[in-house]
């Protein structure tokens, strides 16, 4: 689980998380959402807290940063940027 306060090893996996999940996310999306990829890491940091606290259960071994599991926590991400890319995508039509 994530805890809050986060501490600073904690803050900076997050930060690689959500970097990783927001690349994923463009390229899924095919744009960047607003604010460029500085709002794409924000949004991707967004998904990764909102999908590590949700109480999944656990299925057999996940790899873990800083108590963070990692292909959760890139999924949520990719997954919210991906949606914000795609309603800007189609919004700019």
Do not use: C, H
Request: net charge positive.
């Amino acid at each position: 689980m994530f805890s809050i306060p986060p501490t600073l090893p904690q803050l900076f996996a997050l930060l690689f998380l959500a970097t990783i999940a927001a690349f994923v996310g463009e390229l899924i999306g095919g744009a960047a959402p607003d604010l460029g990829f500085l709002g794409a890491i924000l949004l991707g940091a967004l998904g990764v807290v909102i999908l590590v606290n949700l109480p999944l259960p656990q299925v057999g071994f996940e790899p873990q940063l800083e108590d963070l599991p990692v292909v959760r926590g890139v999924l949520g991400g990719a997954v919210v940027v991906a949606g914000f890319a795609w309603y800007r995508k189609r919004r700019s039509r």
